[in-house]
């Protein structure tokens, strides 16, 4: 089983597509999860480059589906998640990463725009996978297995630092479930969160030890997990975000890390600390 990293778009708004792409290449990724804009000049330039790149290599195009706010009704919420969805599949991704559902909707309401994403996977040909985040059906640990016994063929994008800060835990009493849960991720959001936020400031300063050991032990039992299941491959996005996600110096508003080079260093560290263990 191979571990593939993948680079963020969030964050790198600012450059084209091309440029974004070159700045990947650049720092060693093998390949991209991003929510693609609606401008047609960037997915043009966009789907220029990646047939380039594929011409040459084995390159990652992860798309994400992310719905902004909406008032509106579940069957309205669905009938715009599948035309997203459709969009994004257009693309030609690898495979798409959801956020799907809404956590105030009801678990039958959830399940129903659940079955509307698995119809559309299953149609095109095209997996579709579903981020554990707050706000969405897979906000809580214990509040998404009730949906994994319902669809026992869901895939699942873990992004647990989400968990941490709705629990206000280090999830020290939910490892069980953790456990239940990992053999359905196949997509893994590495991003250090806390207590009471899903973001520390900086994972490589001491402060933060323990948690990134907490999350590090996590992500190496979803390693484990693929392995066992003799999945070829796992991709892994560190996800360390901008504002609001990266703490701001107050009146100034400056950031205090520096986003892109603490996803670079943490897919190196990953590199080095994530192991295939072929005794699994």
Not at 50 to 56: K, V
Not at 194 to 222: C, M, R, T, Y
Request: with cysteine; net charge negative; aromatic share 10%.
């Amino acid at each position: 089983m191979l571990l593939k990293y993948v680079c963020p778009y969030w964050g790198q708004e600012q450059l084209s597509a091309t440029a974004f792409l070159e700045r990947v290449q650049e720092a060693a990724f093998d390949g991209i999860e991003i929510n693609v804009p609606e401008s047609k000049t960037f997915i043009k330039e966009l789907n220029y480059e990646l047939d380039f790149l594929r011409s040459e290599k084995e390159f990652i195009f992860i798309a994400q589906q992310v719905l902004p706010p909406a008032n509106e009704t579940v069957d309205q919420y669905i009938s715009r998640m599948i035309k997203r969805l459709n969009e994004l599949i257009a693309l030609r991704p690898d495979f798409i990463n959801s956020h799907t559902g809404r956590d105030h909707f009801s678990f039958d309401d959830n399940c129903r725009i659940i079955e509307a994403s698995l119809k559309v996977a299953q149609q095109t040909g095209v997996r579709i996978v579903h981020e554990t985040h707050r706000g969405r059906f897979s906000f809580h640990a214990s509040s998404l297995l009730p949906y994994l016994q319902r669809f026992p063929e869901l895939e699942l994008a873990a992004d647990l630092s989400h968990w941490c800060t709705v629990s206000e835990s280090l999830l020290e009493d939910q490892q069980h479930i953790l456990k239940d849960i990992f053999p359905y991720v196949s997509h893994l959001h590495a991003r250090v969160g806390h207590e009471q936020a899903p973001q520390v400031s900086d994972p490589f300063a001491p402060e933060w030890a323990k948690h990134v050991k907490a999350f590090i032990n996590w992500w190496q039992q979803i390693v484990d997990s693929n392995l066992s299941r003799q999945r070829p491959q796992l991709t892994i996005c560190p996800e360390f975000g901008p504002r609001p996600y990266m703490p701001l110096l107050p009146f100034t508003q400056q950031p205090i890390g520096d986003q892109w080079a603490i996803n670079v260093r943490l897919m190196n560290t990953l590199k080095k600390q994530l192991h295939v263990r072929i005794d699994q």
